[in-house]
């Protein structure tokens, strides 16, 4: 593989909040208002009973949702699918709706009860087929042992699950995907998720960019030095 040829093909941050927003018409209609002065642009805005989703497709896609999940929770989720842009740029970007989210629902006890970021990212195999890659070069499995299976393998790969840690004060719980990506097979599909499920102080800031970057530097160093077999 090479990790040179790193391209992310989904940028996401979602929150877990309490209390739960309340949804109506002024609070859409304020967020909407609140997004443009924090120069967020958008193109379409669906309105339910629960939820409000804020939708930009061009020139750069931005799905921003808040929902109320039910008392006491609601949720912050802000995606950037086929992102176009790098992680900074979406960085600015989530840091600007959270403060369109806080000025129409200003809660000075709100709490951040769960969090999770998450990276998908393309390489390129360095082989003629990334599962080829994974499971002989990396596994040092042989081809001859998927014979079992009774069918050729056109795909697959890991997963890996990493509980948080006693000592960590971040209390971060880790999945890692690495798999062969089924549309295109000489590339390697790098899934990387990143999950705070530990309740914040009242009060406490969400904070995007420190969570974003940790996750980004975990598959800049990690991972992709699991995949390499160290040999990066």
Known sequence: MYPESRVTIHMGINFVVSPMPTIDMERNLNFQESLVRQGIDFSKVDFKERQILVIREAPTPLHVKVAALGPPTGQLLILAPH????????????EAVIEAFCSTWPE????IISCDATLRDLYEASGEHAFQELWETRLGQSRASLEILGRPVLGG????V???????????????KIESFLRDTKKVFVETQFTWPTPRPPGAA????????????YVDNQVVSFITGGSR
Request: glycine letters at 2%.
């Open 206 to 217: 969400f904070n995007p960019r420190d969570r974003l970057q940790q996750v980004d530097a």
């Open 162 to 176: 990493m509980p948080p840690q006693a000592d960590d004060p971040d209390a971060v719980q880790m999945e890692v």
């Open 157 to 160: 790969g890991l997963r890996f």
């Open 108 to 111: 000075e006890r709100r709490q």
């Open 83 to 94: 992102p176009q842009r790098p992680l900074s740029l979406f960085v600015r970007e989530a």
